[in-house]
T-cell receptor, first 112, second 116 residues
Framework: GDSVTQMEGPVTLSEEAFLTINCTYTATGYPSLFWYVQYPGEGLQLLLKATKADDKGSNKGFEATYRKETTSFHLEKGSVQVSDSAVYFCALSAPLRNQFYFGTGTSLTVIP | DVKVTQSSRYLVKRTGEKVFLECVQDMDHENMFWYRQDPGLGLRLIYFSYDVKMKEKGDIPEGYSVSREKKERFSLILESASTNQTSMYLC???????????????FGEGSRLTVL
């Protein structure tokens, strides 16, 4: 069945460091891929998305490219800030089944 | 701005009590979802609804029921709360159009339930 696997955390980085959070997926057909962010005590917010192969989603300095050949959608940011401290979830949407599948989340802490 | 509103941010209930969690969306979305979120387990789907009065079980429906009498409102009901239902509950909605749908989920801010 469809699934998402993302790297486990927690991840701790210094401010201005480079961030990569790995995400790979298993799906039949052509899913849409998403990254969500959850700040402490809040719900999930969409960070970025990509709907077809080779699409790049970007927002707030974060980027992820939909790689069908490696079934991956890794999240990257060139220079993290303290305000980026949050939990990040990779997700896929399977159109044929109207289902969303989430990874288990990666907690990021950025220290000054 | 699109909005999903959950009625209570924090609730404390006693074992055996009946608990209602309400969710309202203002986007005219067909689909609505209830998840629970627990440390180390990520998000798990409890129930979803693809239309008024329609519901489907998710991965962990035991101990829960839902109600969708109006398109904008989706309620989660714990008939007899137990301590293992202490969790963060997240409501979400989505505009789904079948095979052409790439729509994202919109989430509420969550309801943190503690059952004593």
């Amino acid at each position: 069945g469809d699934s998402v696997t993302q790297m486990e955390g927690p991840v701790t980085l210094s401010e201005e460091a480079f961030l990569t959070i790995n995400c790979t997926y298993t799906a039949t057909g052509y899913p849409s891929l998403f990254w969500y962010v959850q700040y402490p005590g809040e719900g999930l917010q969409l960070l970025l998305k990509a709907t077809k192969a080779d699409d790049k989603g970007s927002n707030k300095g974060f980027e992820a490219t939909y790689r069908k050949e490696t079934t991956s959608f890794h999240l990257e940011k060139g220079s993290v800030q303290v305000s980026d401290s949050a939990v990040y979830f990779c997700a896929l949407s399977a159109p044929l089944r109207n289902q969303f599948y989430f990874g288990t989340g990666t907690s990021l802490t950025v220290i000054p | 701005d699109v909005k999903v509103t959950q009625s209570s941010r924090y609730l404390v209930k006693r074992t055996g009590e009946k608990v209602f969690l309400e969710c309202v969306q203002d986007m005219d979305h067909e689909n609505m979802f209830w998840y629970r979120q627990d440390p180390g387990l990520g998000l798990r789907l409890i129930y979803f609804s693809y239309d008024v009065k329609m519901k489907e079980k998710g991965d962990i429906p035991e101990g829960y029921s839902v109600s969708r009498e109006k398109k904008e409102r989706f309620s989660l009901i714990l008939e007899s709360a137990s301590t293992n239902q202490t969790s963060m509950y997240l409501c979400a909605s989505r505009n789904y159009r079948g095979l052409s749908s790439t729509g994202e989920l919109f989430f509420g801010e969550g309801s943190r339930l503690t059952v004593l």
